[in-house]
């Protein structure tokens, strides 16, 4: 086994520097921790974890506790892009990453946070207001919160408004007035992109017919698909239709298709995510890049911060802006 004495000796460091180097202590230079971590990995260097728990009083180990509406899991494009930057930032933190199972034990999940001896949790998931959510929230275990803003917690969220706007003033300038929205499940995401969505159809100075305010629910291609088909059929059908995220949108064109029509020479269409399967789609898709990877980076970022500087830190929202890919299927009118 690789020790601390080897790495100092084929960096020309002292023990020392080494120790402070892993530890990503704030006395050593940037350019001194990489040297050291580039020859600790390259000479195949394990740290003791149980010295480490001894010496710290910590486990290195974050849980995460992930469960969307549709119980999809890690094949949830936008939250499985998240959760991979938040291990990878973890991981290169020196902290380990353990998914809690959301239904298998009669646990709370206070106790197993505790029982597994979490350092902190991550929490990405669907339903708050369930019962050990909230206890988990209100509990002393340190927690960062994805997408979701809960009193006296650090919060990651993406910038749903700023989003929205972009989206909306691109359809607008492309002359497009009759835009309909399929929306997302009520909450806060939802309720910020529609008003969004309003304040840009005001801006233009475009009254909003009902008929084309649609509830549909989050990732549901075969609701997406029936009220794609409800537009289409209206007297008076929109020229644009939004969805509430690509994989929803992906069940609009299939109705739209399904009528033998093109986009964007017939409809334009528009979703909202920027998954990366969808952007090579023919026409590409136009929609909203969630920033995934600086979303996961700096939950994992925020956790560790608290857990290492819990004195030097306080609950903070932090905001993480999307952007716009135009792509091909919103056309100039």
């Not at 369930?130 to 979701?148: G, M």
Request: contains cysteine; hydrophobic residues 35%; charged residues 25%.
């Amino acid at each position: 086994m690789v020790s601390m004495k080897e790495i100092a000796a084929a960096c020309g460091v002292s023990v020392a520097t080494v120790s402070k180097a892993l530890s990503d202590h704030r006395d050593i230079g940037e350019k001194t921790k990489r040297q050291v971590r580039e020859t600790a990995d390259r000479m195949g260097y394990l740290p003791n974890m149980s010295a480490r728990y001894l010496k710290t009083n910590r486990s290195y180990n974050i849980g995460v506790l992930f469960e969307d509406a549709a119980h999809s899991g890690l094949t949830h494009d936008f939250f499985s892009g998240v959760l991979e930057s938040l291990k990878i930032t973890a991981e290169s933190r020196g902290f380990d990453i353990t998914f809690l199972n959301t239904t298998s034990s009669d646990m709370s999940y206070v106790e197993r946070a505790q029982y597994r001896g979490f350092d902190g949790v991550a929490i990405a998931c669907f339903d708050y207001s369930n019962p050990k959510i909230l206890e988990l929230l209100q509990s002393s275990v340190k927690v960062v919160t994805v997408d979701y803003i809960a009193d006296n917690r650090t919060a990651v969220v993406s910038d749903n408004t700023s989003g929205m706007t972009q989206l909306m003033r691109y359809i607008l300038e492309q002359g497009h007035r009759k835009i309909a929205y399929i929306h997302g499940d009520e909450g806060r995401v939802t309720r910020q992109r529609l008003a969004s969505y309003y304040r840009c159809m005001e801006e233009y100075g475009v009254t909003v017919s009902d008929a084309y305010i649609q509830p549909g629910l989050y990732r549901d291609r075969q609701l997406a698909y029936e009220k794609t088909e409800e537009l289409l059929s209206l007297k008076e059908p929109p020229t644009c239709i939004l969805y509430p995220d690509d994989v929803a949108a992906f069940g609009g064109i299939n109705a739209i298709r399904a009528r033998g029509l093109r986009m964007p020479e017939d409809i334009s269409v528009a979703g909202y995510d920027g998954i990366r399967a969808l952007q090579y789609s023919e026409p590409r898709l136009t929609t909203v890049r969630q920033d995934m990877e600086a979303l996961g980076r700096l939950a994992a970022e925020s956790l560790i911060a608290e857990i290492e500087r819990p004195m030097l830190t306080a609950p903070t929202i932090h905001t993480v802006a999307g952007s716009l890919l135009e792509g091909q299927t919103v056309r100039k009118i």
